[in-house]
């Protein structure tokens, strides 16, 4: 069958009153404080409600999606049976939860409803046992549900109607086998409501396969951008970023927003660096657990942080009022990933800021997003040291003067404090108060001009500190080398480094200058005023292993990859003693990432590839045991970066 629906037109409806949902749930809308419907809901309820058939509703997200099938949903199922009459599909458990919670507080005034929620990262038999005792809606992630469905724990035998949302997302996560699985076990006569952001040739198959003459409502496509976002790009060095998030949030005390990443990966390290400088941020992203994923959102909600750092794919299910800005500290490849991104700000009707942090090279890509969203992207910049500094003060002189006077503060107290303080005139003592929050704000700052245009092109690998002068150590001057047994076999990187540093001395992110990492050990460089904090490290243990932090007087050599294993000439010193750890060998040839890993869990392990005759020895053999002919593990490593779409 070819791909065909109706298209529905039905006349504006200006409230849910005449939209023919019954009185419970109007009662509860009007308990919610919603009166006027949203454009996808005012079109899609009457006729989810009236007409007995396949539906298509094609809106953005953010558009209110989840009541305009979800009311009608709630008014459909029979809640004196406890069969599983819907089920909803849904991309991340994030929005598996949002889904679950909107159901609950629409369904307040119409008795008990019984919605699981089913998705990975969470007990599964607790799942089960929620599901033995009747669940009239299930909400799922694909994964979890059909892994239920094997265990013969979900009976889809009495489904009426079956919900995919966020189609478009589900099908560029990889779940196209899992929602073929679903649907074919369930085609009793239910109906299927499929909401999509875009109509992609993939859900064209799944309405060609499994769709009977859908109807179908497309909200505008010209608004798929929300219009009262305002769109900035600010062109810096990439290492530059994260002190630009730095002075936003200095600039602005009510600054509430979501930071987009493009890997896991930078998005723990973001969050790490601006944690250890005293920001309050928190991650979301896949590695994380299910309760670290709750928790970071139930502090994000709550207001306790003033940024969530997040992929792409982890930000699904985040709903969340009074978001001011969304930041990109790297672009998306697909526009339509902006546009989402983009559509966590500007929610019920109020204003707000999408900033793309560019380097040059981002450029055209930038262009590329603004014309097939239709948008203009505003030249901005940084705030200025000086602007900072103005508000700040400004803040805190207006706090200072709110200040509530303790009333147990005696006299006697203030007569003492008076008397040391007597010979100090009034200007005297404001300008050592005023000096005081002044260096304070100089001290997280760094005095670069991040708008000057005219510094050397930088690309787009992360945040580097510019150093100063270096010391005969190969670091910074005033700073001291300390040696750390831990590396990357104890799965670290830089950025857990960083924090496993700062967490355990008291140490800042601004003291620590390089940081050196090898497969058993890190180099870590220490401004020389807190470098005796450096001792609470040595005992601490890490996994039943006790750490040490040593000074090393040594020269350090960077290793020309940015702290990778192997790869690049390192000449004939190998750049350290064997002792040490370093490895040997010239040229090594091109080898995948994953191998790199794989080799990173011995300190001591010889690199592959090519190497020139003059360094083999001739009678002591292979030093670690293994034939000449053993090849690293692993093999393309192209996967690693660019396999998955959603790292």
């Not at 799944?206 to 496509?221: A, C, F, H, L, W």
């Not at 040291?385 to 003060?393: D, N």
């Amino acid at each position: 069958m070819a791909y065909f629906c109706k298209i529905i037109k039905c006349s504006y409806l200006k409230n849910f009153e005449a939209l023919g949902l019954s009185q419970p749930l109007l009662d509860g809308l009007a308990e919610m404080g919603f009166t006027e419907p949203t454009d996808i809901q005012e079109q899609a309820i009457p006729i989810l409600l009236n007409e007995d058939s396949d539906f298509i509703g094609l809106a953005q997200t953010g558009t209110g999606k989840t009541a305009a099938f979800g009311l009608p949903l709630i008014d459909l199922i029979d809640i004196n049976l406890r069969e599983t009459q819907a089920l909803i599909l849904a991309p991340t458990r994030e929005l598996a939860q949002q889904i679950c919670g909107q159901l609950e507080l629409l369904s307040q005034k119409v008795g008990r409803l019984n919605v699981v929620p089913v998705f990975g990262g969470a007990n599964i038999m607790n799942q089960i046992k929620d599901i033995r005792r009747g669940a009239q809606i299930i909400v799922a992630t694909p994964g979890r549900l059909m892994d239920l469905m094997k265990r013969r724990e979900v009976s889809l035998d009495a489904l009426k109607y079956l919900v995919l949302d966020e189609a478009d997302e589900m099908l560029n996560m990889g779940f196209k086998e899992d929602i073929d699985y679903i649907l074919s076990k369930s085609d009793g006569g239910r109906k299927i409501w499929l909401f999509s952001a875009t109509m992609a040739r993939e859900i064209k198959v799944i309405v060609d396969t499994y769709m009977k003459q859908p109807g179908e409502v497309r909200i505008n496509r010209e608004n798929i951008v929300n219009t009262n976002i305002e769109h900035k790009s600010i062109q810096l060095k990439a290492s530059d970023k994260i002190e630009a998030l730095r002075r936003f949030l200095d600039y602005d005390a009510d600054m509430f927003g979501v930071v987009f990443c493009r890997t896991k990966r930078e998005t723990q390290q973001v969050a790490d660096e601006l944690n250890n400088n005293g920001y309050a941020t928190e991650p979301l992203h896949g590695d994380m657990s299910q309760a670290q994923r709750d928790a970071a959102m139930k502090r994000f909600r709550n207001k306790n942080l003033k940024l969530l750092i997040a992929t792409d794919v982890a930000a699904r299910g985040i709903d969340v009022d009074d978001i001011t800005h969304v930041i990109h500290l790297s672009l998306p490849d697909d526009p339509e990933f902006y546009a989402h991104r983009s559509g966590r700000t500007a929610r019920a009707g109020k204003k707000g800021v999408s900033i793309a942090l560019i380097t040059r090279g981002d450029n055209r890509k930038l262009k590329h997003i603004a014309s097939k969203l239709g948008i203009e992207f505003a030249p901005a910049e940084i705030p200025a040291l000086e602007a900072i500094t103005k508000k700040r003060i400004a803040r805190w002189s207006d706090n200072l003067k709110a200040q509530p006077i303790n009333d147990k503060i005696g006299e006697d107290l203030l007569t003492t404090v008076y008397t040391q303080f007597e010979d100090l005139s009034k200007e005297e003592l404001l300008a050592k108060l005023l000096t005081k929050e002044y260096n304070s704000i100089y001290k997280r700052n760094s005095i670069t001009d991040l708008n000057d245009r005219s510094k050397p092109r930088d690309d787009d690998r992360g945040p580097r500190r510019e150093r100063g002068p270096r010391n005969s150590s190969g670091g910074e001057a005033g700073m001291k080398t300390y040696f750390v047994n831990l590396g990357r076999k104890d799965n670290m990187n830089k950025g857990s480094i960083l924090g496993f540093v700062c967490d355990t001395t008291g140490i800042t992110g601004a003291d620590i200058g390089r940081i050196v990492l090898d497969g058993a050990h890190s180099f870590i460089d220490v401004n020389e005023s807190v470098a005796t904090q450096m001792d609470k490290i040595n005992g601490v243990e890490r996994d039943g292993r006790e750490i040490r932090a040593n000074v090393h007087t040594g020269r350090v050599i960077e290793p020309r990859d940015g702290g990778r294993d192997g790869g690049g000439f390192k000449g004939r010193s190998g750049g350290g003693s064997r002792d040490s750890g370093a490895r040997k060998g010239g040229f090594k040839g091109r080898r995948s990432d994953d191998s790199r890993s794989d080799r990173s869990s011995s300190s001591s392990s010889s690199g592959g590839g090519f190497r020139d005759r003059a360094t083999k020895e001739k009678d002591s053999g292979p030093r670690d045991g293994k034939s000449k002919t053993d090849k690293p593990a692993g093999g393309k490593g192209r996967s690693k970066f660019f396999g998955s779409k959603w790292d």
